[in-house]
């Protein structure tokens, strides 16, 4: 099981970018950016698989880029144009299954397809995007 510390969360004015990153302690195939806002349900925000092909929800394609760096074991989530909508609770987290194609990655982040009992989550951290 993978240790994650996210960090880069705050507070920033509609427009304005933010870098989240996540230190990984473990290898895993499969990793993503989730985001809570509060009264909603978790949503999959980005998704990387290792051979490198990435998938986003459709609200901040073009806006977000999820990037790792294997030397660093450090996902990425580089946001730009951020909008008041984009303020929640962001969680990276690793799929615990070792092997998994990048279609079944990518599809395991959807609202219809996701089970949280099969991520590996950090802490949390929490992005504030006013108007």
């Known amino acids: 099981q993978e240790d994650l510390v996210e960090s880069g969360g705050g507070s920033v004015e509609a427009g304005g970018s933010l870098r989240l990153s996540c230190v990984v302690s473990?290898?895993?195939?499969?990793m993503a950016w989730f985001r809570r806002a509060p009264g909603t349900i978790q949503e999959g925000v980005a998704s990387?698989?290792?051979?490198?092909?990435?998938n986003y929800v459709a609200s901040v394609k073009g806006r977000f880029t999820i990037s790792h760096d294997n030397a660093k074991n450090t996902l990425y989530l580089q946001m730009t144009k951020l909008e008041p909508e984009d303020s929640a609770m962001y969680y990276c987290a690793a799929h615990k299954t070792r092997t998994l194609a990048p279609t079944t990655c990518h599809g395991a982040t959807k609202t219809q397809f996701f089970f949280p009992s099969l991520w590996n989550w950090g802490q949390g951290t929490q992005v504030t995007v006013s108007s």
């Open positions: 473990g290898a895993a195939q499969c």
């Open positions: 990387i698989h290792s051979d490198g092909s990435a």
